[in-house]
């Protein structure tokens, strides 16, 4: 069945150090999503890659998808405190349901 | 004010006892899911639905029951037939199935 990994589970970083999470895929995926959830809080959508290679920039994060699209990356310039929370992959292999990553928990230290 | 409900956002359950917990969306979607998330983990799909009057079990469907009898809600029970209920319950919902998934704030379900 679908795997999904993603790494590393927990980072703790200095205010201003960058950090990025990695989600692998066992198979070819559709799409891929990417979620924060905040201490206490729900997951919130951050961004959607569709195509091979794609790359997307929000403000410090850039998300990338692989060629194979099999994995993709999150990376946090500048780490802020108000990047603390947990980052979810989501895979769509176009099946029949969205996969959720176990999430990287980001700890920044001011 | 357009958005996805959940309430209550505490449940205490008592043993034997069956508890719903409320997900209401008036964002127009078709699809609903819940998923629970224990201290540290991801999430696991419980239940899913992609239309009215249809739902579909997830990976940890047991000791649980849903309804959607209507577009916006899709309730959840947990029975007693499910022994570690105590975890933080998410409902979420997206236009169509699988697009891109708005998440409620949640309800802690704790058992005493």
């Known amino acids: 069945g679908q795997q999904v990994m993603q790494i590393p589970q927990y980072q703790h970083v200095q205010e201003g150090e960058d950090f990025t999470t990695y989600c692998n895929s066992s198979?070819?995926?559709?799409?891929i999503q990417w979620y924060k959830q905040r201490p206490g809080g729900h997951p919130v959508f951050l961004i959607q890659l569709v195509k091979s290679g794609e790359v997307k920039k929000q403000k410090r994060l850039t998300f990338q998808f692989g060629e194979a699209k099999k994995n993709s990356s999150l990376h946090i310039t500048a780490t802020q405190t108000t990047d603390v929370g947990t980052y979810f992959c989501?895979?769509?292999?176009?099946?029949?349901?969205?996969?959720f990553g176990a999430g990287t928990r980001l700890f920044v230290k001011a | 004010d357009g958005g996805i409900t959940q309430s209550p956002k505490y449940l205490f359950r008592k043993e034997g006892q069956n508890v719903t917990l409320s997900c209401e969306q008036n964002l127009n979607h078709d699809a609903m899911y819940w998923y629970r998330q224990d201290p540290g983990q991801g999430l696991r799909l419980i239940y899913y639905?992609?239309?009215?009057?249809?739902?579909q079990k997830g990976d940890i469907a047991e000791g649980y029951s849903v309804s959607r009898e209507k577009k916006e809600s899709f309730p959840l029970t947990v029975t007693s037939a499910q022994k570690n209920p105590t975890a933080f319950y998410l409902c979420?919902?997206?236009?169509?199935?699988?697009?891109?998934?708005?998440f409620g704030p949640g309800t802690r379900l704790l058992v005493l």
């Open positions: 639905s992609q239309i009215v009057n249809d739902f």
């Open positions: 979420a919902s997206s236009s169509t199935y699988q697009e891109t998934q708005y």
């Open positions: 198979t070819t995926l559709s799409n």
């Open positions: 989501a895979l769509d292999t176009g099946g029949f349901k969205t996969i």
